[in-house]
T-cell receptor, first 115, second 116 residues
Framework: DTEVTQTPKHLVMGMTNKKSLKCEQH?????MYWYKQKAKKPPELMFV???????INESVPSRFSPECPNSSLLNLHLHALQPEDSALYLC??????????????FGNGTRLTVT | AQKITQTQPGMFVQEKEAVTLDCTYD???????LFWYKQPSSGEMIFLIY??????QNATEGRYSLNFQKARKSANLVISASQLGDSAMYFC?????????????FGSGTKLNVKP
């Protein structure tokens, strides 16, 4: 079982809807990530939160809005999405320690379809 | 320039045989980490193995081993005794530097099919 939990597993939304993706981890990791993955492509980094502060935004359109309410939770708020935003959205966490490596631990993802 | 290059879009291997998945990387930072992930068709990304740039020995985890050739900037994944459950997409990834330790670069992936 994955230690990073994402909900919902599947989401279908219209272009005028507002929805949120949720991610939770209880491993004590202080870095959390959102990735977007299209079919047969590698994951693309969207956002990174380190110690609950946004540290990386990979020039993501403002219709995607991340939020990190506490060290265990990460949300991705969606508004006015386009059909091309349909993808698998993956949440991940890691424990950032300078000089030491930590792999990304991924959740099972949310398959988003924008109609 | 691509940070991570995986040149094999697809590979076939017979069950119980070994297979090598290629990965080359590009960095000028002396400190970096290399990671391999497996992604079955269900979508989850599973961490397999890690190699640090200063590690003297090749990493091994069960049936997985990493053939690390630093001078050639390659980090190939070797899967021994392939099983049907190994059929999946495999991604090589790199994190460079100690000051940018949050950013991972992924290769384009290799789709492995294990034949019975």
């Amino acid at each position: 079982d994955t230690e990073v939990t994402q909900t919902p597993k599947h989401l279908v939304m219209g272009m005028t809807n507002k929805k949120s993706l949720k991610c939770e981890q209880h491993m004590g990791h202080r870095a959390m990530y959102w990735y977007k993955q299209k079919a047969k492509k590698p994951p693309e980094l969207m956002f990174v939160y380190s110690y609950e502060k946004l540290s990386i935004n990979e020039s993501v359109p403002s219709r995607f809005s991340p939020e990190c309410p506490n060290s265990s939770l990460l949300n991705l708020h969606l508004h006015a999405l386009q059909p091309e935003d349909s993808a698998l959205y993956l949440c991940a966490s890691s424990q950032p320690v300078q000089g030491k490596d930590s792999p990304l631990h991924f959740g099972n993802g949310t398959r988003l379809t924008v109609t | 320039a691509q940070k991570i290059t995986q040149t094999q879009p697809g590979m076939f291997v017979q069950e119980k045989e070994a297979v090598t998945l290629d990965c080359t990387y590009d960095t000028s930072d002396p400190s970096y980490g290399l990671f391999w992930y497996k992604q079955p068709s269900s979508g989850e990304m599973i961490f397999l193995i890690y190699q640090g740039s200063y590690d003297q020995q090749n990493a091994t985890e069960g049936r997985y081993s990493l053939n690390f050739q630093k001078a050639r900037k390659s980090a190939n994944l070797v899967i021994s005794a392939s099983q049907l459950g190994d059929s999946a997409m495999y991604f090589c990834a790199m994190r460079e530097g100690v000051y940018n330790f949050n950013k991972f670069y992924f290769g384009s992936g290799t789709k492995l099919n294990v034949k019975p």
